[in-house]
């Protein structure tokens, strides 16, 4: 089998293959199957509630997995098969393949009691073992290239939102994912920054061959930065397209109705 890291994988990056997610009674994604290529990404939209968040929460492991399995790079992430049987993967073996994926919340989350710097250095000091030095020159590249080269010092509550979001995209970008997850990252932002932080996202976009999964209601940025975008309804893929198709001639009544409520 290919290494994880191996860019010459013929596996998808991301596969969902049957999946099923529960809370409680409630069935959110059923039969859920697709998958992502190397340096792809795509957009999830789909009216609230329908379980994009949810996917992308089942890829960094914050979620159980009530059925079906998530490959990796080819790699089982929370479930294999083993002699015919459906088995959980080590907690080691997660957290290496957790390594690789990187994902900005809605929410910002950094860590509050420490600083900018810190927040950036600290997975690739204790989880890539990189040297404190090595790590802080690449995070002082990285808030040069979030644009916020100044804030180093600061503590996260001395920020603005958009600055902590941009602070929270260096952390990400600091541990060099294969794969980046980002969840509704400006809904929690003033209006007057949205397009700044989009402009971060469409530069790392451009300049870096990361893999991409994103939930976001802005919809020119889906259209301009993904390759592919899944329209979701009811916990399945209703209509997956290029931007082109799905934003000006969608097949599915569900996609067409979204849109125009949406746009
Ligand atoms: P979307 O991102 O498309 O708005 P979500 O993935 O956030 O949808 O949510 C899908 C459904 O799952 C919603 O009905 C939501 O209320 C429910 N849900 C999400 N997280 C939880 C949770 N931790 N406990 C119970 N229900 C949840």
């Known amino acids: ?134 790590a802080t020159a690449r995070a002082r590249e990285l808030l040069e290239q979030v644009g916020v080269p100044d804030k180093a010092d600061a503590h996260p509550t001395q920020l603005s939102g958009g600055q902590q979001q941009r602070v929270a995209i260096a952390r990400a970008l600091a541990m060099d994912p294969e794969i980046l997850l980002l969840d509704e990252v400006t809904s929690a932002l003033d209006p007057e920054v949205v397009g700044d932080v989009l402009q971060v996202l469409r530069d790392v976009a451009e300049n870096t061959n990361v893999t991409m999964l994103i939930v976001t209601h802005e919809m020119s940025f889906a259209r301009d930065v993904s390759h592919r975008v899944m329209m979701f309804d009811g916990g399945k893929v209703v209509e997956s397209n290029d931007p082109e198709t799905i934003f000006t001639n969608p097949s599915n009544e569900r996609t067409r109705q979204f849109l125009s409520a949406v746009l």
Not at 114 to 128: D, F, G, K, R, S
Request: proline residues 7%.
């Open 1 to 134: 089998m290919p290494t994880p890291t191996d860019p010459h994988s013929t596996h998808p990056v991301i596969e969902f293959r049957d999946v099923e997610k529960h809370f409680g009674d409630k069935t959110v994604l059923k039969d859920l199957n697709f998958s992502v290529e190397r340096g792809e990404r795509v957009t999830l939209i789909g009216p609230s509630g329908s379980g994009k968040t949810t996917i992308l929460r089942l890829v960094m492991t914050l979620e159980e997995l009530s059925a079906g399995y998530i490959y990796i790079d080819g790699q089982p992430l929370a479930y294999e098969q083993r002699n015919g049987k459906r088995m959980p993967v080590s907690s080691r073996e997660q957290k290496k393949i957790r390594t690789r994926i990187g994902m900005v919340f809605q929410q910002f989350n950094l860590f509050p009691n420490m600083t900018v710097m810190q927040n950036i250095t600290e997975a690739p000091i204790h989880v890539l073992g990189k040297s404190k030095d090595e």
